[in-house]
């Protein structure tokens, strides 16, 4: 008879072991700030290999250090691509801590749970919700965003919708043309479909139109529709608007609609005093989906979704089969349990980390290195007004500058997304690109809390310098 296990026969070396793929992990982060922004992954990374069927722990640790320069770019200050949060070195412990523990988060009665309830109770009084509310831990704004609006899709339909569907095409959403894919995507995990979710215009500010808002619930009703959602956005994708969220919440109070907030970033700029004044109607959301991974810098993924009718959200998705009764002493007690929140029944220690996150940071800090970053866009913003290469797309509203490289009788549209290209294959600097009415634009997003305005100084040359090149390559004439 063999008792083999996991687990290893010298713990004297495994300890020298992981100490040594500790150091290797905090000399990843320690020279964060150097180098490329991204370097693409050599053929060796990307070439599948044979599951292996022996196991071998020196391959398993030489394979993960030749992996850790091909990150993405975003713990690098010249990263602005999409919206990435930049990650903390102090967040390897709180890593390193819950993989010791191993909890499960679907519930019972141990201490994991209690750093998770200590997040949303922070979570309430961070957006101004009542301690009755709930809130739950998720991956990101995504899967925050199917949570809440599930909620609402059920509490409409008396939580019919739980078990039967609902007449195709019967219940409606408003949101705006600026909103994030993610909110159609969960319309359609739902069962009622990415048609049902209207795409209100904005105003010149990228902010949802309340009148065209209007317009379009009362035409839905008259067509025998039944509107039962707004989903407002605090900070939208492309060039960081925040719609009226107070405004929102009239509407949706007169006309007894839910009403979401998608905060992926934005909403967690309340902790930024320059900020916050903008947030406020965010206290009057029924929900609000918003990441940790991005502007609050806690490693990949931590997002969450706070919803004021505990009852609503519970009712939702509390299934507790015979297997998982609670009970009232014991390691089944602690009711009721994170999973009647959620979709998912086992659930890791993202808690942790949230929770390190603020109390070795605080939110003073978390939120000044906010209006750093909205200040930093600022700054390019005037770079960019005082160049005459470069034209500004949109008004800079938060943290996002998109700009410009403008020669005369040039296609624009591809000179200024192969600046992009070549500023990252050059490992210079990470920005994004999207559409500002219908042009294709140098998106610069800055949740990052490395970045300085000597970063925005070496982005700003490359990028003229980048378009002279490519202009002066004669491939963009439109004539
Ligand atoms: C990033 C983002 C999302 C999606 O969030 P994930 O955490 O990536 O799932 C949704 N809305 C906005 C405004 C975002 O910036």
């Not at 370097?39 to 030749?66: H, I, R, Y």
């Not at 019972?108 to 831990?137: N, T």
């Not at 931590?302 to 009712?315: C, K, P």
């Not at 559409?435 to 100084?457: F, K, M, Q, S, W």
Request: proline share 5%.
């Amino acid at each position: 008879m063999s008792n083999n296990s996991l687990d290893p026969d010298d713990w004297t070396a495994f300890r020298a072991r992981a100490h040594e793929m500790l150091d290797r992990a905090i000399d990843q982060m320690s020279s964060a700030r150097e180098g490329r922004v991204w370097t693409e992954p050599p053929s060796a990374l990307k070439s599948a290999v044979p599951l292996p069927t022996v196991g071998n722990q020196t391959a398993a640790d030489e394979q993960m250090t030749a992996l850790l320069p091909y990150g993405v770019g975003n713990t690098h200050p010249r990263f602005f691509g999409w919206v990435h949060g930049s990650g903390t070195p102090s967040n390897i412990i709180p890593e390193m801590i819950s993989a010791a523990m191993n909890p499960n988060l679907g519930g019972r009665d141990h201490g994991a749970i209690y750093i998770e309830k200590q997040v949303v109770s922070w979570c309430k009084d961070m957006f101004g919700f009542p301690d009755s509310a709930s809130g739950l831990v998720v991956s990101g704004t995504s899967m925050a965003t199917i949570v809440a609006l599930k909620a609402a899709r059920d509490r409409v339909s008396n939580f019919a919708a739980r078990k039967a569907s609902l007449p195709q095409g019967q219940l409606v959403g408003y949101t705006s043309t600026q909103t994030h894919s993610c909110v159609a995507r969960a319309f359609d995990i739902l069962g009622l479909g990415s048609d049902a979710l209207r795409k209100i215009p904005t105003n010149d500010a990228f902010e949802i139109d309340l009148e065209a808002l209007q317009h379009a619930i009362d035409a839905d009703r008259k067509d025998g529709k039944q509107p039962f959602a707004i989903i407002g956005t605090a900070g939208a994708v492309n060039v960081g608007a925040i719609d009226n969220i107070d405004a929102l919440a009239d509407i949706a109070q007169r006309e007894d609609l839910w009403l979401h907030v998608d905060g992926a970033f934005g909403a967690t700029a309340i902790l930024s005093d320059k900020i916050k004044p903008r947030l406020t109607g965010l206290s009057r959301a029924d929900s609000i989906a918003f990441d940790f991974h991005k502007w609050l810098h806690v490693n990949y993924d931590a997002g969450f979704v706070l919803i004021r009718d505990e009852e609503t959200h519970r009712r939702a998705f509390s299934e507790r089969p015979d297997y998982l009764r609670g009970m009232e002493r014991g390691v089944a007690a602690g009711n009721p349990w994170p999973t009647e929140y959620g979709p998912e029944l086992s659930r890791g220690f993202r808690a942790l980390k949230i929770w390190a996150q603020f109390v070795e940071h605080g939110t003073d800090k978390l939120g000044a290195l906010i209006t750093q970053n909205c200040e930093q866009a600022a700054y390019l913003g005037e770079l960019v007004v005082a160049n005459d290469q470069l034209s500004l797309a949109a008004p800079v509203a938060l943290n996002i500058c998109c700009f410009r490289y403008v020669a005369p009788g040039i296609n624009l549209n591809h000179l200024n997304q192969d600046i992009v290209i070549q500023l990252q294959l050059d490992g210079i600097a990470v920005p994004s690109t999207t559409l500002i009415n219908g042009e294709t634009v140098i998106r610069v997003n800055i949740t990052n809390h490395r970045t300085t305005y000597a970063d925005l100084d070496i982005l700003h040359d490359a990028v003229c310098k980048i378009g002279a090149q490519l202009v002066e390559g004669g491939a963009y004439a439109t004539t």
